[in-house]
């Protein structure tokens, strides 16, 4: 007899236990079914290029053809960088002041091995024109090995 309750209370557990483990899978896949996100990736793409001049470049001597080949002139690849393979595309902000000069830097994106820090230091070089007003913008600057 008292083998048998102790059959039974294990009964009793493992019957419990699986019950938890059926509710708490039913409340896992009706709040997947509710947001809708059940293991779906979600790609991140960058802008598309385009022609566009940027704000900054248009207070630049020589536009953005210009800036962009100091920038290129510039730029040393971060050794980090460069022995990981690390490329993409680093943006700053920054606000351009009424007498040209820079102010507020602060790396927006930064795809890392010393390139967000590159592209800050490059964007400290710049010496715009005076635009006559304040103008808070940013600057792409890409780092292809």
């Known amino acids: 007899m008292h083998v048998f309750k102790l059959k039974n209370n294990m009964k009793v557990k493992i019957s419990a236990l699986f019950a938890i483990l059926f509710f708490v899978a039913v409340a896992a896949s009706a709040q997947t079914a509710a947001t809708g996100t059940a293991a779906q990736t979600v790609k991140i793409q960058s802008p598309p290029v385009t022609d566009k001049v940027l704000p900054a470049a248009e ?54 091995g010393g390139c967000g820090e590159e592209a800050l230091r490059l964007v400290k070089l710049l010496q715009f024109k005076a635009p006559g007003y304040s103008l808070n913008t940013s600057l792409p600057i890409n780092f292809k090995l």
Do not use: W
């Open 59 to 112: 207070h630049y001597e020589g536009g953005q053809a210009a800036l962009y080949a100091f920038i290129n002139k510039e730029m040393v690849y971060p050794p980090m960088a460069k022995r990981n393979r690390i490329s993409g595309q680093c943006i700053v902000s920054f606000t351009l002041q009424e007498d040209g000069s820079t102010a507020n830097h602060k790396i927006i994106k930064n795809v890392g």
